[in-house]
């Protein structure tokens, strides 16, 4: 199971962005799918993530209003929308998956998750 982050940048603030999460070897009908970022000298935070059917969402506050997770399970590829970014939203960004049963879960925390794509640089300047 391999997950591939892609469309990581350097960005103006107020800009925006399209991240990327591709699987290979699998599709990503059965899978949560959750995005998490990790800045420099902090923790690594979890961002959004989204139910196998896509009915179901989730964000940390920072991020509502400005950022959209979607996902096209025909494309095996999970999008995340970035916009009005602001410097703080500078991290590697990583994509992770998770099995499920049930088309409208959702997992919040890292530990959670069981497959990880390698990370995606966002830079934003001021």
């Known amino acids: 199971v391999q997950l591939q982050a892609s469309g990581g940048g350097l960005v103006q603030v107020g800009g925006s962005l399209r991240l990327s999460c591709t699987a290979s070897?699998?599709?990503?009908?059965?899978?949560?799918i959750g995005w998490f970022r990790q800045a420099p000298g902090k923790e690594r935070e979890g961002v959004t993530c989204v139910s196998p059917s896509g009915e179901d969402t989730f964000y940390v506050d920072s991020v509502k209003g400005r950022f959209t997770i979607s996902r096209d399970n025909g494309k095996k590829t999970v999008y995340l929308q970035m916009s009005t970014l602001k410097p703080e939203d500078t991290a590697v960004y990583y994509c992770?998956?998770?099995?499920?049963?049930?088309?409208?879960?959702?997992?919040?925390?890292?530990?959670?998750?069981?497959?990880w794509g390698q990370g995606t640089l966002v830079t934003v300047s001021s």
């Open positions: 992770a998956a998770r099995a499920t049963a049930y088309v409208r879960k959702t997992y919040r925390e890292a530990r959670d998750y069981d497959y």
């Open positions: 070897e699998f599709t990503l009908d059965n899978y949560v």
